[in-house]
C-alpha cells in the first residue's frame, strides 16, 4: 500500500504539470506565479480556508461554492479558479499544499531557477543571502532562490538543502560527529 504523502503528492504532480502546460501555452506562467503566492499567503494566514481543504466535513457543493466565492474576492485568474473548482467536486482540494509547492518548482525550472532551503542559527544579512545565492550558483549552474529560515539548535553554520543535495555545515552536527567519535574509541 502507498504512503499517503506519495499519493498527494502524485495528485499534485498530475494537477501541476496540467495547469502549468496550459498557462504556458496561454502565455499566462507570470498570471499563475501571481495566482501562486496569492494562494500561498491565504493558506499561511488564514485557518478557515486550511479547514476547508482539508476538513471531510463540508460537502464538494460547500467546498465548490467556497472556492468560487473565494476565487473571484482574490481576483484568480480563469485558469487557476476552474482548477480549484474542479479540484473542489473531485475532493481533492487536500492537495492544494503540494500542488502551490510543484507549481513553484515547474515554473522555476522553467526559469532556469533552483530552490535552495538555507538554515542558520542567526537571520542571514541581505549581503550573507546574496554572496550564499553567488556561491550556490556557481556549483549548481542555475539561478538560486533562498528560502531562509533561522533554527537556534544549529548553534552556528548552515545547513543548506538544494534539490536532493544537502551540506551541513552546522556546529550541532560536528559536535554529533564528535560524540560519535568519542563512543566508539572509548
Known amino acids: 500500500m502507498s504512503e499517503p504523502g506519495s499519493i498527494s503528492t502524485g495528485i499534485a504532480s498530475r494537477y501541476a504539470t496540467a495547469v502549468f502546460e496550459l498557462a504556458k501555452a496561454d502565455k499566462a506562467v507570470a498570471s499563475l506565479e501571481k495566482d501562486i503566492d496569492a494562494l500561498s499567503e491565504t493558506l499561511s494566514d488564514s485557518a478557515d480556508f486550511r479547514d476547508l481543504i482539508h476538513s471531510p466535513i463540508y460537502s464538494r457543493e460547500d467546498q465548490g461554492a467556497a472556492i468560487a466565492e473565494l476565487a473571484k474576492k482574490m481576483a484568480l485568474s480563469e485558469l487557476v ?4 473548482g474542479l479540484m473542489a467536486a473531485k475532493r481533492r482540494l487536500f492537495v492544494l499544499p503540494q500542488l502551490l509547492q510543484q507549481l513553484r518548482d515547474l515554473i522555476a525550472e522553467d526559469k532556469g531557477e ?19 545565492a553567488k556561491v550556490l550558483k556557481a556549483t549548481v549552474g542555475k539561478d538560486v532562490n533562498i528560502k531562509a529560515t533561522v533554527d537556534e539548535s544549529l548553534i552556528g553554520g548552515l545547513v543548506v ?3 536532493s ?3 551541513d555545515t552546522s556546529i550541532k552536527s560536528k559536535l554529533s560527529a564528535l560524540q560519535n567519535t568519542m563512543k566508539e574509541v572509548g
Request: aromatic share 0%; charged share 25%.
Open 81 to 84: 479558479s476552474n482548477t480549484l
Open 114 to 132: 533552483v530552490s535552495a532551503e538555507v538554515a542558520s542559527a542567526k537571520a542571514l544579512t541581505k549581503a550573507q543571502s546574496d554572496k550564499l
Open 161 to 163: 538543502k538544494v534539490g
Open 165 to 167: 543535495k544537502m551540506i
